[in-house]
T-cell receptor, first 111, second 114 residues
Framework: KQEVTQIPAALSVPEGENLVLNCSFT??????LQWFRQDPGKGLTSLLL?????REQTSGRLNASLDKSSGRSTLYIAASQPGDSATYLC??????????FGIGTKLQVIP | DGGITQSPKYLFRKEGQNVTLSCEQN?????MYWYRQDPGQGLRLIYY???????QKGDIAEGYSVSREKKESFPLTVTSAQKNPTAFYLC?????????????FGPGTRLTVT
């Protein structure tokens, strides 16, 4: 059974700092890995999707990497801003397009 | 605008009543999903459907039922058999036929049962 772990559970950083969020998964047989952002009381917004054949994806200040063989992904956020404060969720898609989510990392960026 | 809509945003029910949550998408996606989110836990899959008139149980299907009569719609009924129905419910869809199977989410419905 696929398990997804996100570390740390919570993170507080001053504005402007670069930061890394970690995600690990137990079964490397995946189609893709997605990073989502969730604001309180809202749905999930897709940030980046990395297909199993890819090593990384970039969007603006965000960069996500994937090491499928070791079961790890990182989300790098450059020059953090208060508007980046949210919960970040990692999810992997496996067989039958079943998606398994981590619990998330709650990020607070302090002005 | 393409997307997923869920209604209502907030729903209140008395214990013992069934309640149906709506999910509609205009993304022309074949696959649709229902998840439940509780504080301190990851999203858990309730039901999913890969095609019209077909659906499969997820990890926590007990006390829930679904139907998929139209491609665009995947309503979820929370029955009185569900022991702890109070939660945040999220609907999602993805394109089943071609990769990369990216999931798109609706805004969610917060259900409170008292």
């Amino acid at each position: 059974k696929q398990e997804v772990t996100q570390i740390p559970a919570a993170l507080s950083v001053p504005e402007g700092e670069n930061l890394v969020l970690n995600c690990s998964f137990t079964d490397s047989a995946i189609y893709n890995l997605q990073w989502f952002r969730q604001d309180p009381g809202k749905g999930l917004t897709s940030l980046l999707l990395i297909q199993s054949s890819q090593r990384e994806q970039t969007s603006g200040r965000l960069n996500a990497s994937l090491d499928k063989s070791s079961g790890r992904s990182t989300l790098y956020i450059a020059a953090s801003q208060p508007g980046d404060s949210a919960t970040y969720l990692c999810a992997v898609t496996g067989g039958y397009q079943k998606v398994t989510f981590g619990i998330g990392t709650k990020l607070q960026v302090i002005p | 605008d393409g997307g997923i809509t869920q209604s209502p945003k907030y729903l209140f029910r008395k214990e013992g009543q069934n309640v149906t949550l709506s999910c509609e998408q205009n993304l022309n996606h074949d696959a649709m999903y229902w998840y439940r989110q509780d504080p301190g836990q990851g999203l858990r899959l309730i039901y999913y459907s890969q095609i019209v008139n077909d659906f499969q149980k997820g990890d926590i299907a007990e006390g829930y039922s679904v139907s998929r009569e139209k491609k665009e719609s995947f309503p979820l009924t929370v029955t009185s058999a569900q022991k702890n129905p109070t939660a945040f419910y999220l609907c999602a869809s993805s394109n089943r036929h071609t990769g990369p199977y990216e999931q798109y989410f609706g805004p969610g419905t917060r259900l409170t049962v008292t």
